[in-house]
């Protein structure tokens, strides 16, 4: 990622139909606000990294995926995704895109573990994650209001050697 790719990323980070499945605050943001989030917390972080999915074909942007929170002592991470262009949901690119995220985490950086949360009513980011190996570790219960409801906050994992044995 980018400075070039803040108001990009701006968008999606302020449409609320990406947003409600990923992130807790629904907050809207300014551009301004934007532009220092992504250079202050995502281009000059030293404990996170970020990229911005593209369409192989167009060299369109459509998502965001990144570790955070990286722990080099415990060789630990969380990885995030946001498939932000909504044309583009459901089509598999979230999950080559963690795929090779992953690859990166285990197989470049020598990462032991990787960690996400997932909103209990995301039912196709659950499933994804399953078939990409990670386990559930746990929840944060009703910790999230949506629409008029109390949700839980699932917690999931997978280690590196799990992941070096998981069948495509």
Known sequence: M?????????????????MISTNPSLDFYSLLETKAFVEGVILHSSSSKSYIIQDKNTDKAI????LINMDHKNRSAECIIDIGEKDYWGKGYAKEALKLLLNYAFLEMNLHRVSLRVFSFNERAIHLYTKLGFKQEGASRQALFRSGNWHDIIHMGILQQEYMTIED
């Open 2 to 18: 980018t400075i070039e790719d803040a108001e990009q990323y701006h968008s999606w980070r302020n449409d609320v139909d990406v």
């Open 63 to 66: 998502g965001i995926t990144s």
